[in-house]
T-cell receptor, first 114, second 109 residues
């Protein structure tokens, strides 16, 4: 079934640890995105990639890094986790960046940093 | 700054009609999206408006007035499965999506 997968589904992480959230899509979409969703707030863009080999910073990039080595994968790394990074993380993709393209979302990763 | 406002929560009765409003102030406008998000799940696309007027898609309709910075999502013949959060999002002049916090819709029998 075509779509976006994320791993892990959920994670409890000790503060200071490094963590990589995985995201893979099989729709051959050019653009991919990482969001965090916190209670009472809208989705906030962390990083994005308009096409393989390029990445950009979103609204809340500090403490996170991404890479886009190929079209399908867009991992998000927390170099040294802090409790304020407790959130639900959604990966999304769209056929192209910008324009009228709809974004499709993965199921999310629920991260608790203690 | 950029801002999207929508009510935090609304309650409606099964079989009825509900209108969820969204007002926005963004740097530029390249379309307005409505997404549905059930609790514990990912957002899913519902509708898209770029021109003024009403877009109808089955039981759901979405309206846009660019001059007023206003949109609404109209849900008819409400079903229990419509209980979810409804999120308004606007593409700004840089084609970045600005997201509202979502309106939690509670459907009562």
């Amino acid at each position: 079934i075509a779509g976006i997968t994320q791993a892990p589904t959920s994670q409890i992480l000790a503060a200071g640890r490094r963590m990589t959230l995985r995201c893979t899509q099989d729709m051959r979409h050019n653009a991919m995105y990482w969001y965090r969703q916190d209670l009472g707030l809208g989705l906030r863009l962390i990083h994005y990639s308009n096409t393989a080999g390029t990445t950009g910073k979103g609204e809340v990039p500090d403490g996170y890094s991404v890479s886009r080595a190929n079209t399908d994968d867009f991992p998000l790394t927390l170099a040294s986790a802090v409790p304020s990074q407790t959130s639900v993380y959604f990966c999304a993709s769209s056929e192209v960046a910008g324009g009228l393209e709809t974004q499709y979302f993965g199921p999310g990763t629920r991260l608790l940093v203690l | 700054g950029q801002n999207i406002d929508q009510p935090t929560e609304m309650t409606a009765t099964e079989g009825a009609i509900v209108q969820i409003n969204c007002t926005y102030q963004t740097s530029g406008f390249n379309g307005l999206f409505w997404y549905q998000q059930h609790a514990g799940e990912a957002p899913t696309f519902l509708s898209y408006n770029v021109l003024d007027g009403l877009e109808e898609k089955g039981r759901f309709s979405s309206f846009l007035s660019r001059s007023k910075g206003y949109s609404y999502l109209l849900l008819k013949e409400l079903q229990m499965k419509d209980s979810a959060s409804y999120i308004c999002a606007v593409k700004d002049s840089n084609y970045q999506l600005i997201w509202g916090a979502g309106t939690k819709l509670i459907i009562k029998p």
